[in-house]
């Protein structure tokens, strides 16, 4: 409500002849400036009808005080009178908004209103100039939740207006932890297919998941939602110290770890943003989705399983030298199968991150050696490099089924070191 | 935590150990872009009971010793060789024991020297010395991989690592070699992921191993 100083309706104020809001032919501006003085008037007449009410009852119980004078008497019959004509006025400018449009809203969707909607009521009495902004001046008492319910209805309705064809789920079943539906599922896949003509199939987020676990059982997948993983990350550091100290706690974490996964069922597939690969004492690989629940991935990193802290995200960079060039390797790797453009961009990166579980077996196809000095950087390292641009045979479409490796011929058994590879590119 | 291999130096038959040796080894490292970082230090204590009754001797230990590292300042390990055991404890247990009056000190050796960084290797190259000497008893080697921390996937790594560091040593005619013993740490109930009681099992080896070294 608005809130008018009682000071205001100590004298007797000028009660005005209700002024018409403007004929049709005004200017939307004029209009809302009409409509928002009407408003004003309304206000104060309010608050004069309440002090009104208030010397009324004061009148009244002075009347039944034992030694009273006449004089309260004839204060009753006088602000009975002020009370009547507050109520008239009131009525008055009450029909002029609803004509206007202001307590309806009926007219906000009028074409010639140069963007500007009438005044609204809001249901919890204030009142809204724009449709999404609340005068600062007197508006001190209006939450942040209101202002926030009312810039999202206010952008949700030029949604709708704008964009008829994203009709998507409504606001309050994005919230988290929503379990899988699978129509929901498939109508948002059928969207982003539908944006993308060269989506041949339907391959989901799951699909390629399911092969991957398939085809690599010794490579570890979890999936989370992007501040899932912020505090997953966050924990590591401590779990891993946990792990130093009473190395048979180890395996009840991976299985403790194991039954989480389980728990959670799919981690509701639409809103994955972070795909772990966790092979254990060998690597931790981290990939990132975009936008959450499609099968694009926009970054990749490598890490050291036992290092742990926020740092540790697709866009991070381990404290290992080792892990460090692995993840340069890596993004051009993500670029090369970005670059192919086929619906299997990322199980082709995730069948790549996997071959990296030979990292301190295999030996470089070139010399033979499993450990050598990087003369660029000075550096002792195993082989890093794991080509990526020979993964595919000779076919590059017509496959019937895309995520099928045999017909694919995907090479990932050679392996290089950074100096022994820049002979082979 | 990283693994680590502790190598020691093996000299040729007939020959000993000196200074020389040791600083011809600083300068191997150097060579392979080793940063020197800082020092390094452990300290091994042999410990013999202190019994009233002479007779029951036989029951107890004549190989328990006690071992402090730099990387866990608070933690003290106790290893009894003969019977596979180690045991992690908290530093003041040297204290207790003092105390109590159940074991005594009998040597104490010292472990100390300089540690390298080369990539995500880390070096400590050190002397064995007892405690107020300076007589040099031996040479040992830590060779630290950070980024992993099993000891069964890194043996690939470890022993290449080992292999490129015997070529470079032997190019400089040294007499003698570096030698890794692998204990059997499932003897000692440890697991295959590193711990520094892996780090107190191995010390206790090549301390077995200078002594037997020594008396020959």
């Known amino acids: 409500m608005q809130q008018q100083p009682r000071a205001q309706g100590t004298t007797t104020p000028q009660t005005e002849p209700a002024e018409t809001s403007g004929t049709p032919a005004d200017a939307p501006p004029k209009q809302v400036a009409m409509a928002m003085e009407s408003l004003g008037r309304a206000g104060r007449l309010i608050a004069d009808i309440r002090i009104g009410a208030d010397r009324l009852l004061e009148a009244l119980f002075i009347t039944v005080q034992p030694h009273q004078s006449n004089k309260p008497l004839h204060l009753i019959p006088k602000e009975e009178a002020l009370m009547r004509q507050y109520l008239q006025d009131l009525r008055a400018i009450g029909r002029q908004l609803e004509d206007s449009g202001v307590l309806t809203g009926s007219l906000r969707s009028r074409s010639n209103s140069w963007g500007l909607h009438m005044p609204l009521v809001c249901p919890d009495g204030a009142v809204v100039a724009y449709a999404w902004k609340r005068q600062l001046a007197g508006q001190a008492g209006a939450s942040a939740v209101d202002r926030a319910r009312l810039a999202l209805k206010a952008f949700t309705d030029q949604k709708r207006r704008f964009f008829p064809h994203l009709e998507d789920e409504p606001f309050g079943q994005t919230s988290a932890g929503e379990s899988l539906v699978s129509k929901k599922h498939c109508s948002s896949q059928a969207s982003i297919a539908s944006r993308n003509e060269e989506l041949t199939g339907d391959i989901k987020l799951s699909d390629v998941l399911m092969h991957l676990e398939k085809e690599e059982p010794n490579v570890r997948v979890f999936t989370y939602q992007r501040l899932d993983w912020l505090k997953r990350a966050s924990s590591l550091s401590s779990s891993a110290k946990e792990n130093s100290l009473e190395s048979s706690k180890d395996h009840n974490f991976n299985s403790s770890y194991k039954l989480r996964k389980g728990s959670l069922g799919a981690v509701a597939l639409d809103q994955v943003a972070v795909v772990e690969l966790v092979v254990p004492s060998l690597f931790r690989a981290i990939v990132s989705l975009h936008p959450p629940g499609s099968i694009d991935p926009d970054a990749v990193a490598f890490f050291s399983p036992d290092e742990g802290g926020s740092y540790i995200h697709s866009r991070g960079f381990s404290v290992y030298h080792l892990y460090r060039h692995i993840s340069e390797h890596a993004v051009k790797a993500l670029q090369y199968f970005l670059g192919i453009k086929t619906d299997a961009t990322l199980y082709f990166l995730l069948r790549w991150i996997c071959s990296y579980q030979t990292l301190f077996t295999k030996v470089c196809s070139k010399c033979e050696r499993l450990l050598t000095m990087d003369r660029a950087s000075a550096l002792l390292l195993p082989p890093v490099h794991r080509p990526y641009w020979r993964s595919f045979g000779s076919k590059s479409s017509s496959t019937p089924s895309p995520l099928s490796t045999k017909d694919q011929g995907l090479d990932f058994m050679t392996a290089f070191h950074i100096g022994c590879s820049s002979d082979e590119v | ?216």
């Open chain 2, 1 to 216: 935590m990283p693994l680590k291999w502790l190598l020691h130096w093996q000299p040729n038959a007939g020959t000993t150990v000196n200074s020389q040796i040791l600083t011809e080894v600083s300068q191997c490292v150097e060579s392979i872009s080793g940063v020197k970082e800082g020092r390094w230090k452990a300290t091994l204590t042999f410990y013999k009971p202190m019994l009233r009754d002479q007779n029951v001797a036989a029951d107890y230990p004549r190989d328990f010793l006690g071992i402090s590292l730099q990387e866990q300042p608070n933690k003290y390990y106790c290893i009894i060789r003969g019977q596979r055991i180690v045991v992690e404890a908290d530093s003041t247990i040297q204290i207790i024991m003092e105390k109590l009056q159940s074991y005594k000190s009998r040597v104490s050796l010292n472990f100390e020297g300089f540690q390298y960084q080369l990539g995500d290797f880390q070096l400590r190259v050190g002397k064995v010395v007892p405690t107020h000497s300076e007589n040099l008893r031996g040479i040992v080697m830590e060779v630290e991989y950070l980024p992993i921390s099993s000891l069964d996937k890194s043996r690939q790594i470890m022993e290449e690592f080992v292999d490129i560091w015997q070529e470079t040593v032997s190019n400089r005619s040294l007499p003698g070699h570096f030698m890794h013993i692998d204990p059997n740490f499932a003897e000692y109930g440890l697991s295959d992921h590193y711990t520094s009681q892996h780090t107190a099992v191995q010390y206790a080896s090549v301390m077995a191993q200078l002594i037997a070294t020594v008396r020959n």
